[in-house]
């Protein structure tokens, strides 16, 4: 693999490129600077920070928790292991939990990079350097790439497994390449996988490379590139010992976890197994309206590569006839036609694919980079969209987080406090996964009501969060006790209120 600093050397020296290059890294410092610039929000990134939190503090690397003694089955540790590794250095914070998502992201762009340059290299056009820096820049500046380059969940650490299991096979298989490093690299991203999301990484990559390999005809080359036996017993050492000891630690977790979250979810609109949350149950084919969200304006220039790709793996036409694109073809379309019929996704699902699609546009655009009306749209797809992600970012993402986030709720519970001290309590079954973080998990859970108010009917003033609906109901209930309490609501959002409930005064 050539090193980043060398890609960078050879880009910033081709004329006109110094710009894409103040674009990617103007785009990569907006991301870095906002880690920490908003709280998480509720449920997916509460809920994944929480179980790394809760990971540090109890130190039970072994099985992810929502609460202590809690084990949450539905994704594999990798996630958790980054985020509360990065706690233990940089302190808890939102900085600490989503610097690995934005290493991630980093991680996919090189690998992106140096794909695409390769790609270019081969054909002998000159461009391989444009080709590099345009795959990064269609990356960060893409709104889906952008907001999971910042975000804790497990998608991130499965496209960086996805993205170098599938380059690493096209170096081997299809540029000859006999380097260890691509090799067992291979190996090594499915093994990782399988820890980052579990069996779903073969899905991105391992069936993307089996229909490649029939409809290529290249069976016997592959076999003979790359060591087998040998590399799955790497990635069976990786992944298998955690396995094991996550289902001796609490059993029953192997049959959820393959079974129900790999089949079941997949299979079965709005699947009722689900132990963690609501299925999302939605149309067949949301998923493409998912990738082009995902694009924005880019969508369209994934379309004009698309359908050139197709053209070219068809009739090269004087190209190098390698297989690269029809390859780059199945790595985009293969999963997204896969999750087309499948009855519970979500928008992260289209992340793993982002990184080829943008080989994949990069290698048609660098092409034809000398033509002014390609640069023209290239400038003008990225400037747009790096534009509209600045607006997201400084207008409309801070508001909208704080809508869903107990951070601030939390802040002013406990400046409230200070003149009058007195425990929180959820009402309801669990509390939100942003109450229990930003309270250091603090914060019980009470379905009843009237077990809530116990404490604060003995004499003692208390707090209550609840469902804002839930409001007048619970304040009408306080007000027929013996002795009358008073619930004053003293911290509000779109999705809980807080009420400071005491006797009347």
Same mark, same amino acid.
Not at 463 to 475: E, F, H, N, Q
């Given at each position: 693999?050539?090193?980043?600093?060398?890609?960078?050397?050879?880009?910033?020296?081709?004329?006109?490129?110094?710009?894409?290059?103040?674009?990617?890294?103007?785009?990569? !410092?907006?991301?870095?600077?906002?880690?920490?610039?908003?709280?998480?929000?509720?449920?997916?990134?509460?809920?994944?920070?929480?179980?790394?939190?809760?990971?540090?503090?109890?130190?039970?690397?072994?099985?992810?928790?929502?609460?202590?003694?809690?084990?949450?089955?539905?994704?594999?540790?990798?996630?958790?292991?980054?985020?509360?590794?990065?706690?233990?250095?940089?302190?808890?914070?939102?900085?600490?939990?989503?610097?690995?998502?934005? !290493?991630?992201?980093?991680?996919?762009?090189?690998?992106?990079?140096?794909?695409?340059?390769?790609?270019?290299?081969?054909?002998?056009?000159?461009?391989?350097?444009?080709?590099?820096?345009?795959?990064?820049?269609?990356?960060?500046?893409?709104?889906?790439?952008?907001?999971?380059?910042?975000?804790?969940?497990?998608?991130?650490?499965?496209?960086?497994?996805?993205?170098?299991?599938?380059?690493?096979?096209?170096?081997?298989?299809?540029?000859?390449?006999?380097?260890?490093?691509?090799?067992?690299?291979?190996?090594?991203?499915?093994?990782?996988?399988?820890?980052?999301?579990?069996?779903?990484?073969?899905?991105?990559?391992?069936?993307?490379?089996?229909?490649?390999?029939?409809?290529?005809?290249?069976?016997?080359?592959?076999?003979?590139?790359?060591?087998?036996?040998?590399?799955?017993?790497?990635?069976?050492?990786?992944?298998?010992?955690?396995?094991?000891?996550?289902?001796?630690?609490?059993?029953?977790?192997?049959?959820?976890?393959?079974?129900?979250?790999?089949?079941?979810?997949?299979?079965?609109?709005?699947?009722?197994?689900?132990?963690?949350?609501?299925?999302?149950?939605?149309?067949?084919?949301?998923?493409?309206?998912?990738?082009?969200?995902?694009?924005?304006?880019?969508?369209?220039?994934?379309?004009?590569?698309?359908?050139?790709?197709?053209?070219?793996?068809?009739?090269?036409?004087?190209?190098?006839?390698?297989?690269?694109?029809?390859?780059?073809? !199945?790595?985009?379309?293969?999963?997204?036609?896969?999750?087309?019929?499948?009855?519970?996704?979500?928008?992260?699902?289209? !992340?793993?694919?982002?990184?080829?699609?943008?080989?994949?546009?990069?290698?048609?655009?660098?092409?034809?980079?000398?033509?002014?009306?390609?640069?023209?749209?290239?400038?003008?797809?990225?400037?747009?969209?790096?534009?509209?992600?600045?607006?997201?970012?400084?207008?409309?993402?801070?508001?909208?987080?704080?809508?869903?986030?107990?951070?601030?709720?939390?802040?002013?519970?406990?400046?409230?406090?200070?003149?009058?001290?007195?425990?929180?309590?959820?009402?309801?079954?669990?509390?939100?996964?942003?109450?229990?973080?930003?309270?250091?998990?603090?914060?019980?859970?009470?379905?009843?009501?009237?077990?809530?108010?116990?404490?604060?009917?003995?004499?003692?003033?208390?707090?209550?969060?609840?469902?804002?609906?839930?409001?007048?109901?619970?304040?009408?209930?306080?007000?027929?006790?013996?002795?009358?309490?008073?619930?004053?609501?003293?911290?509000?959002?779109?999705?809980?209120?807080?009420?400071?409930?005491?006797?009347?005064?």
């Amino acid at each position: 693999m050539r090193s980043a600093a060398t890609l960078w050397r050879a880009t910033a020296a081709v004329p006109g490129a110094r710009l894409l290059l103040a674009l990617l890294a103007a785009m990569f !410092l907006l991301r870095l600077f906002t880690l920490g610039s908003y709280p998480l929000m509720d449920t997916s990134e509460a809920r994944y920070g929480e179980i790394a939190r809760v990971m540090l503090t109890t130190g039970n690397w072994v099985t992810p928790q929502e609460v202590p003694g809690t084990p949450f089955w539905a994704k594999p540790p990798l996630y958790a292991w980054l985020s509360a590794g990065a706690m233990r250095v940089l302190g808890v914070n939102e900085f600490a939990l989503r610097l690995p998502a934005l !290493l991630c992201a980093l991680a996919v762009a090189l690998l992106s990079a140096n794909w695409a340059a390769a790609l270019q290299a081969r054909r002998g056009t000159g461009t391989a350097p444009w080709a590099g820096l345009i795959a990064m820049a269609l990356l960060f500046t893409g709104l889906g790439f952008f907001a999971a380059a910042g975000a804790v969940m497990t998608d991130p650490s499965l496209a960086v497994c996805t993205t170098a299991m599938l380059a690493a096979f096209h170096a081997v298989v299809v540029r000859g390449s006999r380097s260890p490093l691509w090799r067992y690299g291979f190996f090594v991203a499915i093994g990782l996988g399988m820890l980052a999301k579990g069996p779903v990484v073969l899905l991105y990559g391992g069936l993307t490379i089996a229909l490649w390999t029939l409809w290529q005809r290249r069976l016997g080359t592959a076999w003979s590139s790359l060591p087998w036996i040998t590399g799955t017993v790497l990635a069976a050492l990786i992944c298998v010992p955690w396995y094991i000891a996550a289902e001796q630690s609490t059993p029953g977790f192997i049959n959820y976890f393959l079974l129900g979250e790999h089949v079941m979810r997949f299979l079965r609109p709005g699947w009722r197994g689900d132990l963690y949350g609501t299925a999302h149950a939605e149309p067949m084919g949301t998923i493409w309206v998912y990738l082009a969200s995902s694009l924005g304006l880019q969508a369209l220039l994934g379309i004009v590569a698309a359908v050139a790709g197709a053209r070219a793996a068809a009739s090269p036409a004087g190209t190098v006839r390698d297989g690269s694109r029809s390859y780059l073809l !199945l790595a985009v379309f293969v999963p997204v036609a896969f999750f087309t019929f499948a009855g519970n996704i979500i928008w992260t699902y289209v !992340l793993p694919v982002l990184g080829p699609l943008a080989v994949l546009m990069a290698d048609f655009l660098a092409a034809r980079i000398g033509a002014q009306g390609w640069r023209r749209a290239l400038a003008l797809t990225l400037g747009i969209s790096a534009s509209a992600i600045f607006l997201l970012m400084v207008f409309l993402v801070p508001n909208h987080v704080n809508a869903h986030s107990s951070a601030r709720l939390v802040a002013q519970w406990r400046a409230h406090q200070q003149a009058a001290p007195g425990p929180l309590v959820y009402l309801g079954r669990k509390a939100p996964a942003s109450l229990r973080f930003y309270s250091g998990g603090t914060v019980p859970a009470e379905p009843d009501r009237t077990a809530a108010l116990s404490a604060i009917a003995a004499g003692h003033d208390g707090y209550v969060a609840i469902a804002p609906p839930g409001v007048p109901d619970l304040t009408a209930y306080a007000a027929s006790l013996q002795p009358p309490l008073v619930v004053e609501v003293i911290a509000q959002n779109k999705d809980l209120a807080i009420g400071w409930v005491h006797t009347a005064r």
